[in-house]
């Protein structure tokens, strides 16, 4: 025989009443069940999100928010001429830096993990 609690777990796990139960449309997406053999995408995109944080963080600190800034990575896209205030430099350090960290980027080890990162969507 069930003991009391079991049966009030069990009470509460098939009780569904109708006023509870929200649109789809209303429900966020990690709360969704999962289909076989479907991949949920809010957990791949917070994976590729940390490797994406992990590459970047490789970058000395500056190229790192710069690229940030520049791509929209993790905040808000600004123009070249908002990172000249923000970092009170030239317009052409901005893009003197910006070359820089893409082309430590494209170096193998790097470029690797990115092309990796971008496969998977």
Known sequence: MKSARARKRLVAE???HPENLLPLDQVERKFLPV???QVERPVIEEESRIELD???STLPYKQEQIIR???GIGTEKKTREELTQKYGTS???IYQ???IAIQKLRH??????LT?????F
């Open 14 to 16: 098939t009780t569904i």
């Open 35 to 37: 289909l076989e053999g």
């Open 54 to 56: 992990r590459i970047l």
């Open 69 to 71: 800034d520049i791509y």
């Open 91 to 93: 317009l052409a350090r």
């Open 97 to 99: 830096i910006g070359r």
């Open 108 to 113: 193998p080890s790097r470029a690797r993990a």
């Open 116 to 120: 990796e990162l971008i496969d998977t």
